[in-house]
């Protein structure tokens, strides 16, 4: 503990603890304020620190982003999405046979039964994937709730472990649901990327064909997603966990949570601009009306709630998606010259400069994936695909040590209490 603040309060002062951080801002303790009578307000959060954790740091000033102390770069060039999923799960970087293990775990665990993938029948091929993925998710609760103990160590990672092995399984089979075509099984022979290439892109009994640029750029681009500390689908996950829910119902509720477009539905929402604006001509136009606080329209993939001066990950992102490009023979994507005229006008825009709106990691990311020829609706379901081994390993480190049901308070403003009056006399 570092030393105490204090604040006079009708006179009274009253000293509050200020809990120390290893890295990034110390923390006021302000549980005791209640038993003063005050309550903090703090809508949307942007002053609160909702938990202790030890998984990812973020410094949205110096755009710096490090899972369990390494940071988001050396990760990106040097590790592959599996390595990183251990990292997150364990703490520390596995040795080489303790990833062979963790892969040959997560391979075995891929399939889903063929009674299982009857959940899709129940969709028209005109679902959103999120909506799939999200009663997939869920529905999973089915498979695993009996005598599964959330306090038992072991049963959380073997939660974990089924999670980061069964999403991109559901996701895959949420795309061949939406073409219309037969699921293909997983194939343990792949890499992880390239088995949920094979599953979208496949043809079930013959070999992959996924071109490697493809699949090692997929797997970093889950890398650069995989966590975010305490993000809004996070907290959802922290939220619904602390009730002591079923963890899969806890990850369908920040698969759900994340689908919206001002958090990980914005990369689609980025194609869908980039398609809207449709022309290099009228891109002032449309940063116009972003500036406009009469028009509802925002560049979607700009601004972040933590980083104020740029997002790592765009920037690794950035590479990703000119080495894609330059695989796929489509430099001159039209969209991506609308992408970097956006980009260049909005650094120029005291608007922008002013608020400190820098592109984030889905500006990039939309247009890589475009790129790799993965339909837009299948984007935010490849976000949810990264980001499941964050949700599941701060759902697990919010269970190892004690904790209270999420539960929060209100400032109320409604009418004060009053008599009730019969039907008959109104
Ligand atoms: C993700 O939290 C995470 O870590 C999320 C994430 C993760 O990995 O989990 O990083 C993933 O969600 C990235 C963000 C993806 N969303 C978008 O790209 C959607 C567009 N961005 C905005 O919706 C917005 O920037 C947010 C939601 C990302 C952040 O919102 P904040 O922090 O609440 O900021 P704000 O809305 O209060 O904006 C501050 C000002 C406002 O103007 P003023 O009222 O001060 O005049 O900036 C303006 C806003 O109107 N503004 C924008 C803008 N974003 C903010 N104006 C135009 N276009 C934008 N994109």
């Known amino acids: 503990m570092k030393h105490d603040v204090s604040i ?3 006179g009274k002062t009253v000293a509050l603890p200020v809990l120390e951080a290893t890295a990034g801002l110390d923390v006021i303790d302000v549980r005791g304020l209640i038993s003063e009578g005050l309550f903090t307000f703090d809508p949307g959060f942007l002053s609160t620190a909702s ?11 110096a755009g710096v982003l490090t899972y369990r102390g390494y940071p988001i770069e050396a990760l990106a060039s040097g590790a592959e999405h599996l390595e990183v999923c251990y990292l997150l ?3 520390e970087l596995p040795t080489q046979a303790e990833l062979a293990q963790f892969k040959s775990d997560i391979n075995e665990r891929m399939p889903i039964d063929a009674q299982f993938a009857k959940i899709f029948d129940g969709f028209t091929a005109t679902a959103h994937p999120m909506s799939m993925l999200c009663a997939g998710v869920g529905g999973l609760a089915a498979l695993f709730h ?22 991109p399984t559901l996701a895959a089979m949420s795309y061949r649901k939406s073409i219309g075509r037969e699921f293909v099984d997983p194939d343990p022979s792949l890499g992880y990327a390239e088995n949920f290439l094979n599953m979208c892109f496949g043809e079930s009994g013959k070999p992959s064909s996924v071109s490697p640029t493809l699949a090692s750029a997929l797997d970093r681009i889950f890398i650069l997603h995989a966590d975010h500390e305490q993000n809004a689908s996070t907290s959802t996950v922290r939220l619904a966990g602390s009730t ?17 477009p001002s958090h990980g539905g914005a990369n689609e929402a980025v194609l869908d601009m980039l398609n809207e604006i449709g022309d290099v001509a009228v891109v002032n136009d449309y940063v116009a009306k972003a500036k406009d606080k009469d ?54 825009e005291p608007y922008f400069i002013e608020r400190k709106l820098y592109p984030n990691i889905d500006f990039y990311s939309g247009i890589t994936l475009k790129a790799m020829g993965i339909p837009t609706p299948m ?48």
């Open 146 to 167: 009996e005598g599964l103990d959330i306090y038992n160590a072991d049963h959380r990672m073997e939660s974990a472990m089924q999670l980061i092995a069964k999403v």
């Open 89 to 91: 799960l364990h703490g």
């Open 51 to 61: 938990c202790e954790s030890k998984i990812t740091y973020i410094d949205g000033d």
């Open 295 to 348: 028009d509802p329209f925002k560049l979607m993939g700009f601004g972040h709630r933590v980083y104020k001066n740029f997002d790592p990950r765009a920037l690794v992102m950035q590479e990703s998606c000119h080495a894609v490009l330059a695989e796929q023979g489509v430099e001159d994507e039209p969209l991506l010259k609308i992408a970097t005229t956006l980009e260049k006008m909005a650094r120029e």
């Open 8 to 10: 006079t309060i009708d």
């Open 244 to 260: 002591e829910c079923n963890p899969y119902a806890a990850i369908a509720a920040g698969i759900a949570a994340l689908w919206g």
């Open 379 to 426: 984007y935010t379901a490849l976000f949810a695909l990264g980001r499941t081994p964050g949700w599941i390993s701060h759902w697990s480190e919010m269970l190892s040590v004690p904790f209270k049901i999420g539960r929060p308070r209100q400032l109320y403003t409604g009418p004060t209490q009053r008599d009730f009056v019969p039907i008959s006399d109104r």
